[in-house]
């Protein structure tokens, strides 16, 4: 009996002894701060802006580091150790019932009798043990094995428990990169894109390139150049460039009451509005022209027309206006349903394909995927600049149906605005 009291104390003790299993979980806790870094990529970009005051036009050219503006959150972060042992309950649940069992069987022996068992006698003539000692033994057997156990349950319960360790914690919750830190630029301007050979390249002076309205109207470009790297132009002053281009053309033609009184009202009409549009250059000399317009409109009987309505100065105003109903791409699912122009007929549409060629002023053919769209571009509007072959474009237009030029049968698109796509 000793072994197994023996045997069972050290299993205790190597249970008691034994490492607890741990779960680990980090709980996020208040802010305490938040702040703003900015880290500099090392990158540089140029950028240029146009400015109009008739009859020159400015380009400023600056450069600027490439910043990313981090927005952090500190914070207390909380990381919170459990201990347990799943067999902590058991163990403590068996060790009580056996403990406390074999405990009353000790403690009820002078309830049991002294007598051995005269029934039965082993082989070398002894009786059997009496009801006392195989209470006593079972008592002894059972108190080994529960008291044991009992403790192994209460040491690893009082093992059992969380243990929290408080610290300050960091994360990145939002991410900007921007130019910084712009300066002017200094080079030789060079010019990109439009048809024909490239103006002659240009020096800066004070990062600003100045350019007159007879210069620009002998000019066509769609890009500049500093350093054999693009300068990047917003959309806004991009459109301010193609309205000087155009103005340096129109307010340059000559307005004479001979040539104009055999003009057709609605050629006349169509240079009024052309010159109207030349008001968006501060000091251009539209006035004059208008009263010459409006008067050889009158001559004739013939009212200026309204300004379009809705009117649009740019492409966002376009999109607002419209509110294109089908996106078509080359990759769209809308494109299908220019195989059926005719049911799309009224309906505005924002089209992005490559500019194949123009077959007349005032009519494009865009290919879009695997289909060619027929374009109509009023010559009179100042957005409807020399896109160069195979460029890519955009444009918010109103579907016609379909309409055929020559051998072309095609979907007929009207634009309301059109430029070049990035």
Not at 121 to 129: H, V
Not at 212 to 228: H, K, P, W
Not at 249 to 273: D, T, W
Request: with cysteine; glycine share 8%; hydrophobic share 45%.
């Amino acid at each position: 009996m000793k072994w197994m009291r023996w045997m069972a104390g050290g299993l205790a003790l190597a249970v008691g002894c034994a490492p607890m299993q741990a779960e680990r979980r980090v709980e996020r806790g208040p802010v305490l701060r938040t702040y703003t870094r900015e880290v500099t990529l090392g990158e540089r970009t140029t950028a240029a802006q146009a400015e109009a005051q008739w009859p020159k036009l400015q380009l400023r050219f600056t450069t600027a580091e490439v910043c990313r503006t981090e927005q952090h959150e500190e914070y207390v972060e909380n990381v919170i150790t459990e201990h347990y042992e799943p067999s902590a309950g058991p163990a403590i649940s068996a060790g009580a019932a056996n403990t406390a069992v074999g405990a009353g069987l000790l403690l009820a022996r002078p309830l049991f009798s002294n007598e051995p068992k005269r029934e039965v006698i082993d082989p070398e003539g002894r009786y059997g043990a009496s009801p006392q000692k195989v209470a006593t033994v079972w008592g002894v057997v059972l108190l080994s094995l529960g008291a044991p156990a009992l403790v192994t349950g209460i040491i690893q319960s009082l093992r059992a428990g969380e243990e929290t360790e408080t610290r300050k914690a960091d994360a990145v919750v939002s991410l900007r990169e921007a130019s910084c830190h712009p300066q002017p630029a200094s080079g030789t301007v060079e010019f990109a894109g439009g048809p024909g050979e490239p103006p002659e390249p240009r020096p800066l002076v004070n990062g600003t390139l100045e350019l007159t309205a007879a210069e620009v109207r002998g000019m066509s470009f769609t890009g500049v150049l500093l350093g054999g790297e693009a300068a990047a132009i917003s959309e806004e002053d991009q459109e301010l460039l193609a309205t000087f281009r155009i103005c340096s053309r129109v307010l340059a033609e000559p307005l004479e009451p001979a040539a104009l009184a055999q003009e057709e009202a609605e050629h006349l009409q169509a240079m009024r509005k052309r010159v109207l549009a030349c008001r968006a250059i501060p000091g251009a000399p539209v006035e004059e022209r208008l009263k010459q317009l409006e008067a050889a409109l009158a001559a004739r009987g013939t009212n200026p027309e309204p300004t379009d309505a809705p009117a649009v100065n740019s492409f966002e105003e376009a999109v607002a206006a419209y509110a294109p109903a089908l996106t078509i791409t080359e990759d769209s699912a809308a494109l299908d349903k220019l195989q059926d122009p005719d049911r799309l007929v009224g309906q505005p549409v924002l089209l992005r394909g490559v500019l194949e060629k123009r077959e007349e002023d005032n009519i494009a053919v865009v290919q879009v995927g695997g289909i060619r769209v027929l374009v109509f571009v009023a010559p009179d509007r100042l957005w409807a600049q020399d896109f160069p072959r195979g460029s890519r474009v955009e444009l918010v237009g109103v579907v016609m149906g379909r309409q055929r030029l020559g051998a072309l049968d095609a979907p007929l698109v009207r634009a309301v605005w059109m430029r070049t796509a990035l």
